[in-house]
């Protein structure tokens, strides 16, 4: 089974952040200092099942706000892609596209703790419990119809090390962020998307 990105697919202050900062301040120093960021990620899902945990791996550009790529390379092929006003899921494998605009749907989504903004609109926010150096920020959307329940994010030195998505279904998907580069210079074209002829196209 393919893995599914949880839209998938991130208030702010001038002031300066130690860095055993406060989850909470380490975020605010992220989003104030980073207006694109990219790497890599591995992912793992964990069913409420028990069954074997789905992992996999790729990398993913953004671009604040709600502009980001997030392309799986392993164990398959699949990638989304947003411009900040829609949102494309490529399955090459099937040839396949789906559409959809982000709307305000985007701003309550876990991607948008790292590629959104207006966090406390959306979100209940706190500092998570500190372990082995790196703070947490404890996340829960404030509509009642979110597909997730909360997000728990690592910060280490004002970046993002991890991301941990409880859904409504029990699941669990944990994010790994690695080669972490700050303030990259994007090409507009890394977040627009193209269906490839012939592909089937559903959605907006």
Known sequence: MKPKFLAFALGCCGLSFAIYA???????SFLESNRSARGVFTQTVIAKSGRK??????????QRPGKFRWSYESPYKQLLVSDGGKLWSYDP?????AVKKLGAAFGASPAAL????????HFE???????DGVEYVEARPKGGDASFERVRIGFAGNRPLSME???SFGQITHLRFTQFESNPVLPASLFRFTAPA?????GD
Request: proline letters at 2%; a negative charge.
């Open 165 to 167: 998505i409880h859904d």
């Open 53 to 62: 945990p789905q992992q996999s791996a790729g990398i993913f550009a953004m």
């Open 93 to 97: 494998d099937l040839n396949q596209v």
């Open 125 to 131: 926010l706190k500092d998570g419990a500190s372990t």
């Open 114 to 121: 790292l590629a959104g903004q207006d966090l406390d609109r």
């Open 198 to 202: 012939g592909a089937d196209v559903v």
């Open 22 to 28: 406060a989850g909470l301040d380490q975020l605010k």
